[in-house]
C-alpha cells in the first residue's frame, strides 16, 4: 500500500510540474496544448497520470461498493477484470474503422 501511494504521489508531483513548465514557457492556452500533446515526455507523464487516475477510481470503486475483501477474492475480482477488458477489447477491434482494410464494407449491426 505504502509503494502505490508513493507512486501516485510522485506521478502527480511529475506530472504537475510537466503542466506547470508548459504553462511557464507557453504562455498562452493552444500553443501549451499543443507542446503538451506533441512532447514525447509530456505524452508519457500525461499517460502515466492517466493510469494513476483510472486505478485510483478502480480502487475507491472496489472499497465503495464491495467493501474489504479476503485476498482469494480480490484475485478473482482482478482476473475477471483482465478478462472482461480483453473480451471488450476484442469485440470493439472489428468495429474501429482505423483497423479495417481498404475497401471492405463496415461490419453489419
Do not use: D, H
Not at 509503494?3 to 510540474?17: E, I, M, P, Q
Amino acid at each position: 500500500m505504502a509503494s502505490w501511494a508513493k507512486y501516485s504521489v510522485l506521478s502527480s508531483l511529475v506530472t504537475s510540474a510537466v503542466v506547470y513548465y508548459a504553462f511557464a514557457t507557453r504562455e498562452q492556452f493552444y500553443p501549451t496544448v499543443v507542446y503538451l500533446v506533441t512532447s514525447k515526455v509530456c505524452v508519457l507523464c500525461l499517460g502515466n497520470q492517466a493510469i494513476v487516475f483510472t486505478l485510483l477510481v478502480g480502487r475507491i470503486s472496489k472499497q465503495l461498493f464491495l467493501g474489504s475483501l479476503r485476498e482469494i477474492e480480490v484475485e478473482l475480482l482482478y482476473e475477471n477484470s483482465r478478462y472482461a477488458i480483453t473480451e471488450t477489447q476484442c469485440q470493439a477491434r472489428p468495429a474501429s474503422p482505423s483497423l479495417r482494410t481498404p475497401g471492405t464494407p463496415p461490419p453489419q449491426t
